[in-house]
């Protein structure tokens, strides 16, 4: 079955460049996250929606770095005027369930990442 | 703040069981011990949890300490596949709103043929 895909794969800018990642979560699903995942790093988090609504963003980084999931499905990451250190893989997954009343069961898919180099 | 403490890397020989290590000496009463893989170029992917009792699935076996402050993975029958970076992690609606998960450095696990 479908599961998350996001696009780019790869994605090279020079410094100074806006770029925007997409995810489209597994259809259904009405929790989304996003990772950063430096390299040699494990995974941390930047963002959390349920359904459209941007619940948590209290992992960005920088005021540069911007989310949106404007119709409860697909969403972007979006970083302004990008920075050397904003090299990373960037990981999305979506959960089915939403809120604080997750069970332990509840499991996160994840996308296969867009890997950012800013020259 | 680590929650968790997992060896850097580990070798396993194709075929025999790998024994991954966790140590979390702080965890409380409501969290739970949940494993996920990370393949080199994809996604990390769940494997199993638990919170008191072994679990075991088809990917693998969890054993849990009685105290609770470690846990040990196992694939049973290790492949060329499971070479990748394994995390413990521990959560709980508690201490992890809206279920985000906190991963550490996790453990390179590399099997050789």
């Known amino acids: 079955g479908a599961g998350v895909s996001q696009s780019p794969r790869y994605k090279v800018a020079k410094r100074g460049q806006d770029v925007a990642l997409r995810c489209d979560p597994i259809s259904g699903h009405v929790s989304l996250f996003w990772y950063q995942q430096a390299l040699g790093q494990g995974p941390e988090f930047l963002t959390y929606f349920q359904n459209e609504a941007q619940l948590d963003k209290s992992g960005l980084p920088s005021d540069r770095f911007f989310a949106e999931r404007p119709e409860g499905s697909v969403s972007t990451l979006k970083i302004q005027r990008t920075q050397q250190e904003d090299s990373a893989v960037y990981l999305c997954a979506s959960r089915r369930t939403g809120g604080i009343e997750w069970a332990s069961t509840d499991t996160q898919y994840f996308g296969p990442g867009t890997r950012l180099t800013v020259l | ?113």
């Open chain 2, 1 to 113: 703040d680590a929650k968790t403490t997992q060896p850097p890397s580990m070798d396993c020989a194709e075929g025999r069981a790998a024994n991954l290590p966790c140590n979390h000496s702080t965890i409380s009463g409501n969290e739970y011990v949940y494993w996920y893989r990370q393949i080199h170029s994809q996604g990390p992917q769940y494997i199993i949890h638990g919170l008191k009792n072994n679990e075991t699935n088809e990917m693998a076996s969890l054993i849990i300490t009685e105290d609770r402050k470690s846990s040990t993975l196992i694939l049973p029958h290790a492949t060329l596949r499971d070479t990748a970076v394994y995390y413990c992690i521990v959560r709980s609606r508690k201490t992890d709103s809206w279920g985000k998960l906190q991963f550490g450095s996790g453990t390179q696990v590399v099997v050789t043929p």
